[in-house]
Every structure is written in C-alpha cells, then in structure tokens.
C-alpha cells in the first residue's frame, strides 16, 4: 500500500536558511493540501493542488513560503529565509475528486517536523 | 471563516470508563470526518459523517451527525489505552478544503 510519503521527516535548520520539504501523493489522487500544524493545535490549511493547478492559498503563507506540483504529482513546499516562528509539523494530503475512488477524504502523511534555530 | 471548536481541549481516563468528545460549529458542513492521531504522525482518518442525524459504528466508537449539519460526538465505550491520542474534527465546506478543530487530547491510563 502505498500511501502519501513526505521527505524528509525531521528537518533542523538555523534561522535565515531555506528549506525544502517534498511530498508523494497517493498515485491516483489529484488533489494534494499542504498543511501546518504546531504544538496543541490542529492541522491550518496552507494551500491545495488540482493536479498541476494551485487553487486556493491560505493568508498564512507568506511569501517566504512557495509550494509547486509540476507534473500534477508530487509537490514540493519550499520556505526561504526561516524564521523560528516557522517550527512546525509540515502535512501533506491527497484525496480524489472521483467518486469511484471514494467520497473526497483526505489522506495524510506522516509529516515533516521543522525546527528553527 | 469557518470554525470548528471541540471539547474538552484535554481528557485524562481511567481504562474501561466511557467518554464523549463533541465538535461544534456555527455553520453547516457538507460532511464532516473523525481523525485520529498520535505523537510525531499525521493525522489518520476514522470517519466520515455526511447525512445529518447519521450514526455510525466504529467497533468501541460511535459517531453522530447533528440534524443541522453543524455539530457531530464521537462516544468511546470502555476505553483501552490504545486509543490515547489526539482526536481532531474537520469539516468540508463548499470546496474540498477541510477545517480543522483544535483537537481533543485523550489519554486513557491502564
């Protein structure tokens, strides 16, 4: 079974740097949602793919935050120039917009955890 | 803005003791979905509700939709602790993003 990865799990960077994190959607899924999520809080949404199509960004992502889904599969969420207040865990989630493939339910990764230094 | 608000934020149980956490809105949601996570893992789906005043089982757990669409319980029968974890509610607007509430943190002591 091959659900949705995320790369890598655990990122520690010190502050100003960039870093990179990627996600693999399950493969008959075209739509893909970054999320973030910190300490006592629930998943806030960042932004979704249709397929290769950006379609909705959250006020949340500044413009230090840039993410991509060049082919319509994986996506990749890039955060230039960290800041502490940029610690969190990094969620990625497919779902299908085909009702033979279910009723839109989101599946997650397992994550990536950014710690700023 | 759509909001989502669960409680109790945190809930500490003895194994075999019942419980119920809710999930409450001011708007209407076309379904709503149960998640389940633990420490350091991205959130695993347990449920989805979409009819309103739907019930379903889920082994120990039961999930209700309210009538209105806005509101849903899950009920643990004789927790094990196993079932420790972060209990997170999000609903589906208009579009296929889902909202978030903050969670309920449940730990059951054996």
């Known amino acids: 079974d091959t659900g949705v990865s995320q790369d890598p799990r655990h990122k520690i960077t010190k502050r100003g740097q960039n870093v990179t994190f990627r996600c693999d959607p399950i493969?008959?899924?075209?739509?893909l949602y970054w999320y973030r999520q910190t300490l006592g809080q629930g998943p806030e949404f960042l932004t979704y793919?249709?397929?290769?199509?950006?379609?909705?960004k959250s006020r949340l992502l500044s413009d230090r935050f840039s993410a991509e889904r060049p082919k319509g599969s994986f996506s990749t969420l890039e955060i230039q120039r960290t800041e502490q207040g940029d610690s969190a865990m990094y969620l990625c989630a497919s779902s299908s917009t085909s009702v033979r493939l279910g009723t839109g339910e989101l599946f997650f990764g397992e994550g990536s955890r950014l710690t700023v230094l | 803005t759509q909001l989502l608000e669960q409680s109790p934020q945190f809930l500490s149980i003895q194994e075999g003791e019942n419980l119920t956490v809710y999930c409450n809105s001011s708007s209407v949601f076309s379904s709503l979905q149960w998640y389940r996570q633990e420490p350091g893992e991205g959130p695993v789906l347990l449920v989805t509700?979409?009819?309103?005043?739907e019930v379903k089982k889920l082994k120990r757990l039961t999930f209700q939709f309210g009538d209105a669409r806005k509101d849903s319980s899950l009920h643990i029968t004789a927790a094990q602790p196993g079932d420790t974890g972060l209990y997170l509610c999000s609903g589906r607007g208009s579009n296929y993003k889902l909202t978030f509430g903050k969670g309920t943190l449940l730990t059951v002591n054996p």
């Open positions: 509700v979409v009819t309103g005043g």
């Open positions: 793919f249709q397929n290769e199509a950006q379609l909705e």
């Open positions: 493969s008959e899924h075209n739509r």
